[in-house]
């Protein structure tokens, strides 16, 4: 079973910046936080991950929690090409058996 | 260009037959997965390889097979015994061991059962 807990879906305007929870709450010291997203009939694309510091590169940025039992992703001015499904997932460095939740669909609105 | 190669892109095989999908990469990436998707579900684990010769079952290996006699080659095979084998089915590499790197994946292959 996946170990995230994400919404099924969410909105957000177009130019404004997009925050995606997730819940991780039996999160290990060891364990990383992942992200990616799927577009439509694509395979997914990894966007960003971190361990406890706050991250951030071209596409978005991480936060995530003191306690680590929660992160959000924030896609910074989001656009239409931005909608997609995002995976939240939690990983140690040497664990091959990656396990994907459901994710969050994402709908940019015009 | 590096990346991950599945074909075919679209299947359709009748029902009974065994079908083989292709994975191959050029990234010298150590470990190799297989991913079943549903319509509007995640993604879900059928079986994943570490490294040359050795692999494991992820959630759903039933009904399926793999092998692993190359480094950039993880071939997937769904068998008769896989009871509903229509999906999208995606294929995706990472540097593995204790490395933290991504995870990249296929564009994919559809497999329709008639």
């Known amino acids: 079973d996946a170990k995230t807990t994400q919404p099924p879906s969410m909105d957000c305007a177009e130019g404004r910046a997009a925050n995606l929870p997730c819940n991780h709450s039996?999160?290990?010291?060891?364990?990383?936080v992942y992200w990616y997203r799927q577009i439509h009939s694509q395979g997914p694309q990894y966007i960003i991950h971190g361990l406890k510091n706050n991250e951030t590169n071209e596409m978005a940025s991480l936060i995530i929690t003191e306690d680590r039992k929660s992160s959000t992703l924030i896609l910074p001015h989001a656009t239409l090409r931005d909608t997609a499904v995002y995976y939240c997932?939690?990983?140690?460095?040497?664990?091959?058996?990656?396990?994907f939740g459901k994710g969050t669909r994402l709908h940019i609105l015009p | 260009d590096g990346g991950i190669t599945q074909s075919p892109k679209y299947l359709f095989r009748k029902e009974g037959q065994n079908v083989t999908l292709s994975c191959e990469q050029n990234?010298?990436?150590?470990?190799m997965y297989w991913y079943r998707q549903d319509p509007g579900q995640g993604l879900r684990l059928i079986y994943y390889s570490q490294i040359v010769n050795d692999f494991q079952k992820g959630d759903i290996a039933e009904g399926y097979s793999v092998s692993r006699e190359k480094k950039e080659s993880f071939p997937l095979t769904v068998t008769s015994a896989q009871k509903n084998p229509t999906a999208f089915y995606l294929c995706?590499?990472?540097?593995?061991?204790?490395?933290?790197?991504?995870?990249?994946f296929g564009e994919g292959s559809r497999l329709t059962v008639l």
């Open positions: 039996t999160i290990s010291g060891n364990e990383y």
């Open positions: 995706a590499s990472s540097v593995g061991g204790w490395d933290t790197g991504e995870l990249f």
């Open positions: 990234l010298n990436h150590d470990a």
């Open positions: 997932i939690v990983r140690v460095a040497k664990d091959d058996k990656i396990i």
